[in-house]
């Protein structure tokens, strides 16, 4: 994510290296007590990189993204005495089908058994690690368990850990380098500390980088956001809804990793060719029916989610032509116009039926087999259904799927900050008396009081009207209820937007404003301007054409009067009835409307809603929450008096400790 400066950003404070340790441990390690054996180095430096800078097939001999720099740096200085190993892991966030804590527990793990492996078969070699982002969160949590007598290696081997941008920012004893900041990790400091390790641990983070330092106090939801999507099932905040974070998190991944859009069209006309040949290779059709519903699946989804709004896809739309973002903008334009849920239906049944008649076994048949023509028939319908996306260009198609893959999480941090928001800045007392009040102005024929009732809910319908129009509040409102936020506002925005998501809000605004202006037009025959006679005859007969208005005003508010929810979408926490949905069904179905309104009152005058709003109006690009252009600065972020940038502090005092060793 752009790293989000605050208006009064601190000085930058100049460490001097020697000052940096605690108690100088920091800048010393033991020497090597043995020379290596045959095949063995003095040292092996692990390296971990951040989101999407690797993948479980890259090359551990090739450094890296962020990191890479320190990597060279090490080479350079000691050579083949320095074995610097580059982990392939999988570096997801909500992409392809893995959450980030299913990414950052494969770095765990593969991690610990190349520690593990390369401690039992040299046992002089000694260590150092280091992690840039979740590569930090995870190389933080091994040092935590080898520094308390868990992890894969001894502390006694381990010379340096370097932590730059690390989720689990403020765990005792790791020992801070650079400019001092006031919040904490996004995914929390380890509860053990660092043990043994501590003083052997150096964590840099830029203060304005949300990842490794953010107030929960002052930024609650936001927080605890980032703490649930951070962490695996089950590791949330008890007060959250039984099995909410796993929900949520599943529920926020988009599993592109089979999905091949570019060879959409090519599959489609493929499958009608293979299904009009004279004769007629079953399995082959069943194979390629698969792999059309594997492309169709994740799509199928994105739309089906809150994800896939059209604000979210207008904002996608109007980045630079050519772009990724504008493509997966066009692509979700695409979809949108075709048949996306009818296309996947039958293409599904195809690949079922097509596997059926064959058996697992190989299967011709000739083209006028019934069975095949049942299925030329369905592929016929197929086509027709799919064809507005299978336009798409290949390129557009092959770039959009990084932020496809990714736009769930996206846009849900987007949407519930906006929600959260704009709930706290709702008059919702005046906007349920005035609901109340207008009708019977209406049927009164008060024309006078009529529009200056319906002038009022104009201005207080704004903000609504604007949420209406970014947010998708049945998918927002169920990501709200599972935040376990200490200040209230996460539940009392999950239960407006719950109640607004069965609201019409643009239809509700837009009958008060033809009120109003049925209203106007009246009194301006009442009181015309000077010269003008009185028409009454004429304001009468505007007047009347309130009470259809009026009673179209009714039918439309009495959702948000009852304050009832009718149903409960389940597009956001696994497509079925879940403990999320039925809490709020049950807290609306009871609910003590003028109470909500007096919660949403005190909400609004309280410090967590300024500093919420304050963190929307400094411009913090939620939307990026994580995403690839995340906290991206640290080759320029001064940590000491000698001018030295994040990387070179790191490149100087790992090679200043592996020096000291060999």
């Not at 032509?321 to 296309?343: I, K, P």
């Not at 949403?600 to 500093?611: E, F, I, M, N």
Request: hydrophobic share 45%.
């Amino acid at each position: 994510m752009p790293v989000r400066r605050s208006r009064s950003r601190r000085t930058v404070a100049l460490i001097a290296t020697a000052t940096v340790a605690s108690g100088g441990a920091l800048l010393t390690a033991p020497a090597l007590a043995h020379a290596a054996p045959a095949g063995c180095t003095s040292t092996f430096n692990l390296f971990i990189p951040g989101t999407w800078e690797t993948d479980e097939n890259a090359d551990p001999n090739q450094p890296v993204g962020m990191l890479k720099p320190i990597a060279d740096a090490l080479e350079s200085t000691h050579g083949s005495q320095a074995q610097v190993y580059t982990l392939p892991y999988m570096a997801s966030a909500f992409d392809n089908g893995h959450t980030y804590a299913d990414s950052k527990a494969d770095a765990v793990v593969k991690a610990s058994q190349v520690l593990a492996d390369v401690a039992n078969s040299c046992p002089s070699t000694k260590f150092t690690m280091v992690g840039y982002s979740q590569g930090a969160d995870a190389a933080g949590d091994i040092a935590s368990d080898i520094g308390n007598g868990k992890g894969p290696i001894d502390a006694s081997r381990v010379l340096a850990v370097g932590l730059l941008a690390d989720p689990g920012a403020g765990t005792k004893g790791a020992a801070t380098v650079g400019p001092r900041t006031s919040g904490q990790g996004i995914a929390d400091p380890r509860p053990q500390g660092m043990g043994a390790l501590s003083g052997r641990v150096a964590s840099i983070c830029d203060p304005g980088d949300l990842y490794c330092s953010i107030e929960k106090g002052s930024s609650p939801l936001l927080g605890s956001l980032g703490s649930i999507l951070s962490k695996g099932a089950g590791a949330g905040d008890a007060t959250a809804a039984p099995g909410g974070n796993t929900q949520l998190a599943s529920a926020l991944t988009s599993d592109f990793s089979d999905a091949d859009l570019p060879a959409l069209g090519t599959d489609v006309a493929t499958l009608g060719q293979q299904l009009t040949a004279p004769t007629v290779d079953i399995g082959q059709v069943a194979s390629t029916a698969r792999s059309i519903a594997s492309t169709l699946a994740p799509l199928t989804d994105l739309l089906s989610s809150g994800a896939a709004n059209p604000a979210a896809n207008g904002q996608l739309i109007a980045a630079p032509v050519g772009s990724a973002e504008h493509n997966a903008g066009e692509v979700l334009t695409r979809a949108g116009q075709s048949d996306l849920a009818g296309a996947f239906t039958a293409v599904v049944e195809i690949a079922d039926t097509a596997n059926a008649l064959a058996g697992g076994d190989s299967l011709s048949l000739p083209a006028s087999a019934p069975e095949v023509q049942t299925l030329a028939a369905n592929a016929s319908a197929l086509t027709g259904q799919i064809a507005p996306l299978a336009s798409t260009p290949a390129d557009a198609f092959s770039s959009a799927a990084s932020v496809l893959s990714v736009l769930k999480p996206t846009v849900v941090v987007d949407q519930v900050l906006n929600v959260a928001t704009g709930v706290t800045s709702l008059d919702m007392p005046g906007i349920l008396n005035n609901l109340t009040l207008l009708p019977q102005k209406v049927a009164a024929l008060d024309a006078q009081g009529a529009h200056q009732i319906a002038g009022e809910l104009n201005n207080q319908f704004a903000p609504l009207v604007t949420m209406a129009a970014a947010v998708d509040m049945r998918w927002v409102s169920q990501i709200l209820a599972v935040i376990p936020d200490p200040s209230g506002a996460a539940q009392i925005a999950a239960l407006v937007a719950s109640i607004l998501s069965n609201v019409d809000v643009i239809r509700l605004a837009n009958i008060v404003g033809q009120i109003q202006e049925i209203a106007w037009s009246a009194l301006e025959k009442l009181f015309p301007p000077p010269g003008v006679a009185p028409d009454p005859l004429g304001a009468g007969a505007a007047m009347t054409g309130l009470v259809p208005v009026g009673l179209d005003l009714a039918s439309v508010a009495v959702d948000m009067l009852s304050g009832k929810v009718t149903k409960t979408a389940p597009e956001l926490l696994g497509k079925q009835t879940n403990a999320v949905s039925t809490s709020i069904t049950t807290q609306t179905a009871s609910l003590d409307l003028p109470q909500l309104s007096d919660s949403l009152v005190t909400l609004s005058q309280s410090q967590g809603a300024d500093d919420l709003a304050s963190l929307v109006s400094e411009g913090l690009n939620a939307a990026s929450f994580f995403t690839s252009g995340a906290h991206t600065n640290y080759n320029a972020l001064v940590v000491d008096n000698a001018g030295r940038d994040a990387i070179a502090w790191l490149s100087d005092w790992l090679n200043l400790q592996i020096g000291r060793a060999v």
